[in-house]
């Protein structure tokens, strides 16, 4: 019998899932046992943080090992469907999704069991699908499209709360989207769009090459977003050192050192006052795990994160540009921003020529702001001619609107295999039906 468990992401992802979990309980042990060992030395200060933050641990791996059991047994005993999928924004029900029927006619309202963080890997976009296997009653397992990551759902509780997280997510159109195609299913594709004027229809489309510009313009379409205030304009690469552009000091870590730096200054500072002779160990305990902290972030930026923006911005100033047409999509694993680039003459059937994932732009609040405001469009990519995997210069930058994004991977140009099919689909799940 078909299963979740069936599809290799799903049992990988629950494998680390339970490995994770494992981990914690294991930390949270030696760190309980470190507490024990502090207090039999007679260091009273630390003795009780420590060993908070060992039950912590502790705790929270068990209740990850149970929930990596209760998973095992729903994806064994089930499938994966495709759904609608509205994020209820509302700070009280951050963690809240609503998720429609398969024949369209219920609303399934859920509270997700998972860290805020964790949670944030899978949010459904504008236009946002997940995965689930379970039963809406008792709880199940959302994912993102793809089978990972994994997150455990139950039924929302009070019969206000439900009405008033079913109209919020009605308001947000959840009834009116186009039904996903199903991961673990029969796929009957009949659906017409408009693409720059022109009326497509997607089931003649040469499915085995996967999608074409006509599926991923109109899915980037339906993404589309504002993108709130813009953002304030920084230097211009090709005229100051890399050091001096945003963006690229976030590239090269600079950030993190500064950080680093300034807890530093703070544990220095503390340790100058003169603190009680009881708070010594513990304090000395902080110093070493800022030192640590900020000699990793020093060795990265001077080994991974300067090498990486010096090149990204040599990309930047590279000459002659090369135009390719842009669709701008949401990875669902993780939701960063992904540009699907194609050649500049195509019709709606044309093929990708690559894709290049994105670093958003935007603050940790709003990752999505500085983006370009069109979903689809004309980028020029800079770097694209002195590209060679593997080579001196293994970044191409894009420049959108007169200003560069920065490259979050190296340029994946396409091989037409299933690989780059299958992540092209993740991209832009295909569709079942046109909704009403």
């Known amino acids: 019998m ?32 470190l507490a024990v060992g502090l207090g039999a030395l007679g260091a009273s200060g630390p003795v009780l943080t420590v060993l908070a933050l060992g039950i912590v641990a502790m705790g929270a791996g068990a209740g990850s090992l149970v929930l990596a059991r209760r998973m095992r047994r729903t994806l064994g005993a089930g499938v994966w469907s495709a ?9 009280r029900y951050a963690t809240s999704v609503v998720l429609r029927s398969p024949g369209g006619a ?11 963080e964790r949670y944030e890997l899978l949010r459904p976009g504008p236009d946002g699908v997940l995965w689930w296997c379970g039963d809406p009653r008792t709880g199940g397992v959302l994912a993102a499209p793809g089978g990972r990551p994994l997150i455990w759902a139950k039924p ?8 008033r997280i079913v109209a919020h997510a009605e308001a947000e159109g959840l009834m009116r ?14 659906e017409h769009i408009t693409v720059d004027g022109l009326s497509v229809r997607l089931d003649g489309l040469p499915r085995a090459a996967g999608p074409a510009y006509a599926d991923l313009a109109a899915h980037a379409r339906r993404q589309a977003a504002p993108q709130g205030k813009a953002l304030r304009p920084e230097a211009d690469v090709r005229r100051v050192p890399w050091w001096r552009v945003r963006g690229l000091r976030r590239v090269a870590g600079v950030p993190r050192v500064l950080i680093a730096l300034a807890f530093c200054a703070a544990v220095g500072a503390a340790a100058l006052t003169g603190p009680p002779k009881g708070d010594v160990p513990m304090l000395y305990g902080i110093g070493l795990l800022v030192l640590g902290a900020l000699a990793h972030s020093c060795h990265r930026m ?18 002659p540009p090369t135009p390719r047409r842009y669709v701008l999509l949401y990875d669902p694993h993780g939701g960063g921003p992904v540009l699907v680039l194609f050649p500049v003459h195509g019709g709606p059937y044309v093929q990708p020529e690559g894709l290049l994932p994105l670093i958003p732009p935007g603050p940790p609040k709003s990752p999505r702001r500085g983006l370009p405001a069109r979903p689809v469009g004309t980028a020029w990519l800079h ?3 002195d590209f060679a995997p593997g080579g001196r210069t293994p970044f191409v930058v894009p420049w959108i609107d007169g200003r560069p994004l920065w490259p979050a991977e190296p340029y994946r140009k396409s091989d037409g295999g299933p690989e780059f099919t299958a992540l092209l689909e993740r991209l832009a799940p295909p569709l079942e039906t046109r909704a009403p």
């Open 2 to 33: 078909t299963c979740a468990l069936d599809v290799e992401e799903t049992a990988a992802e629950l494998g680390r899932y339970r490995r994770r979990a494992e981990r914690l309980v294991v930390g949270g042990g030696v760190t309980v046992a």
């Open 106 to 116: 219920e609303t399934w309202p859920l509270t997700v069991i998972a860290t805020r």
């Open 383 to 385: 770097g694209l001619r």
């Open 83 to 91: 759904h609608p999928a509205v994020a209820v924004g509302q700070s």
């Open 302 to 319: 001077l080994v991974a994160g300067g090498p990486t923006a010096r090149l990204m911005a040599r990309a930047a100033s590279a000459a």
């Open 156 to 163: 929302m509780r009070g019969a206000r709360v439900r009405r």
């Open 177 to 190: 989207r186009a039904a996903p195609k199903q991961p673990q299913g029969p796929v009957d594709v009949t």
